[in-house]
């Protein structure tokens, strides 16, 4: 199974930016999946994730009410629409999905079993 992250960018403070994460070798369409980012100098954090079905979502206090996720699993692939965006934004962004299916998600990596390879989002002021 293999995950790739795309749609990273630079964009001024107070841009949208949408990335996509498409899966690639096995479907994935039963598993939940998330988005975490990771700044220079930081360590990783969750920022959002989406129940198998789409049903369940959720979402990091920093990025709720700017941020949006979504899936199509027909295209397997899942979405961050990132509006609004800050400075403090800038990360490189990773997708990843759950290590069994039909299980719930949440902010804890350590659920995540596949991991993409991260896209770069530079937000300046």
């Known amino acids: 199974v293999q995950l790739q992250a795309f749609g990273g960018g630079l964009v001024q403070a107070g841009g949208s930016l949408r990335l996509s994460c498409a899966t690639s070798g096995r479907t994935l369409n039963s598993y939940g999946m998330g988005w975490f980012r990771q700044a220079p100098g930081k360590e990783r954090e969750f920022v959002s994730a989406?129940?198998?079905?789409?049903?369940?979502?959720y979402y990091a206090d920093s990025v709720k009410g700017r941020f949006v996720i979504s899936r199509d699993n027909a295209k397997n692939t899942m979405y961050l629409q990132m509006n609004s965006l800050k400075p403090e934004d800038t990360a490189v962004y990773y997708c990843?999905?759950?290590?069994?299916?039909?299980?719930?998600?949440?902010?804890?990596?350590?659920?995540?079993?596949?991991w993409g390879q991260g896209t770069q989002v530079t937000v300046s002021s």
């Open positions: 989406i129940g198998w079905n789409g049903v369940s979502t």
């Open positions: 990843a999905a759950h290590r069994s299916p039909y299980q719930g998600v949440g902010p804890t990596a350590e659920v995540y079993g596949y």
